[in-house]
């Protein structure tokens, strides 16, 4: 299968799927496709690097598998595990069906670490696919450094090792996206695996896009009010500046409220669809001198 023909016809199908990409997001995403290599997607929180990848797969008719990574991610929970409880009903029945002179345990043992006992996790689910498949890997730096060993088969060589069964190889590869927002520093070895993109918030000039975009009966005026605003926010020092995400959210709130004027009235009462912490409340309303709703 071919993802993409040119960064162009990414940029195209893409923005088709509801997803503004710049150039060099569309250069890059086409890459991935076309040598079949992981695409690294870093940068903050809420700037849409996994967005990008269900833009992909709807852009692509692919379907998308997502493991989101947290601490304490385990290959258990990553790639595959067998089924114990099944197994042991299965022991148990070999044994109860027995007639008195034992139960062939190396029949017992191939049976029950088969196809049937094992329970298949989202790297394992998207190697085997056939269809055309998004592996999305999200937020990988919240995992251990230890998971980015498990990584490591799946990134280079598409394929996952199961001690029982032997290498599963993928009969189509997917197109896989990890995204980090960078709270820790990826290990070499997963770096070089990767093609590499920094996603950082979007000029002023493109969030107007991306608005207009996502919310089509936003009025001009608002919409630049809204954008600058947003950007004195992200030039605070909060706790959670505000994503592209929250900044489509506040536009419909302000289109919900019929408001048609983005004063500092209208900031403080609808500050809460872009601020999610009492602490950034406070200095937003300190820094940009708003009254207190």
């Given at each position: 299968m071919?993802?993409?023909?040119?960064?162009?016809?990414?940029?195209?199908?893409?923005?088709?799927?509801?997803?503004?990409?710049?150039?060099?997001?569309?250069?890059?995403?086409?890459?991935?496709?076309?040598?079949?290599?992981p695409?690294?997607?870093?940068?903050?929180?809420?700037?849409?690097k996994?967005?990008?990848?269900?833009?992909?797969?709807?852009?692509?008719?692919?379907?998308?598998?997502?493991?989101?990574?947290?601490?304490?991610?385990?290959?258990?929970?990553?790639?595959?595990?067998?089924?114990?409880?099944?197994?042991?009903?299965?022991?148990?029945?070999?044994?109860?069906?027995?007639?008195?002179?034992?139960?062939?345990?190396?029949?017992?043992?191939?049976?029950?670490?088969?196809?049937?006992?094992?329970l298949?996790?989202?790297?394992?689910?998207?190697?085997?696919r056939?269809?055309?498949?998004?592996?999305?890997?999200?937020?990988?730096?919240?995992?251990?450094?230890?998971?980015?060993?498990?990584?490591?088969?799946?990134?280079?060589?598409?394929q996952?090792?199961i001690?029982?069964?032997?290498?599963?190889?993928?009969?189509?590869?997917?197109?896989?996206?990890l995204?980090?927002?960078?709270?820790?520093?990826?290990?070499?070895?997963?770096?070089?695996?990767?093609?590499?993109?920094?996603?950082?918030?979007?000029?002023?000039?493109?969030?107007?896009?991306?608005?207009?975009?996502?919310?089509?009966?936003?009025d001009?005026?608002?919409?630049?009010?809204?954008?600058?605003?947003?950007?004195?926010?992200?030039?605070?020092?909060l706790?959670?500046?505000?994503?592209?995400?929250?900044?489509?959210?506040?536009?419909?709130?302000?289109?919900?409220?019929?408001?048609r004027d983005?004063?500092a009235?209208?900031?403080a009462?609808?500050?809460?669809?872009?601020?999610?912490?009492?602490?950034?409340?406070?200095?937003?309303?300190?820094?940009?001198?708003?009254?207190?709703?």
């Open positions: 071919t993802w993409f023909d040119a960064p162009a016809d990414a940029a195209t199908r893409l923005e088709a799927a509801g997803y503004l990409a710049d150039a060099a997001t569309a250069t890059t995403t086409y890459l991935a496709g076309a040598l079949e290599k695409l690294l997607l870093e940068g903050p929180a809420g700037v849409g996994t967005e990008l990848a269900k833009a992909v797969s709807r852009a692509t008719g692919a379907d998308l598998v997502r493991l989101q990574c947290y601490e304490g991610l385990d290959e258990a929970r990553a790639l595959y595990e067998w089924n114990y409880k099944k197994q042991l009903l299965r022991i148990q029945a070999a044994n109860a069906g027995g007639s008195g002179e034992g139960v062939d345990w190396d029949a017992t043992h191939d049976d029950i670490f088969s196809e049937e006992f094992l298949t996790r989202p790297l394992l689910t998207a190697i085997r056939e269809q055309p498949t998004v592996l999305l890997i999200d937020e990988v730096d919240k995992t251990d450094i230890e998971v980015e060993g498990l990584l490591l088969e799946v990134l280079s060589d598409f996952v090792t001690p029982e069964l032997g290498t599963v190889a993928a009969t189509r590869r997917p197109f896989v996206v995204t980090s927002n960078a709270s820790r520093e990826l290990s070499e070895a997963v770096k070089r695996r990767c093609l590499y993109l920094h996603i950082d918030y979007p000029d002023a000039a493109r969030e107007r896009q991306i608005l207009q975009s996502q919310v089509p009966d936003l001009d005026r608002i919409a630049e009010q809204l954008v600058a605003t947003v950007g004195r926010l992200r030039e605070l020092e706790k959670k500046a505000p994503s592209i995400a929250e900044s489509v959210d506040w536009a419909r709130t302000l289109i919900a409220l019929e408001i983005l004063d009235k209208a900031i009462d609808t500050l809460g669809a872009v601020l999610k912490h009492q602490s950034d409340h406070e200095r937003a309303v300190k820094e940009l001198k708003l009254a207190r709703s």
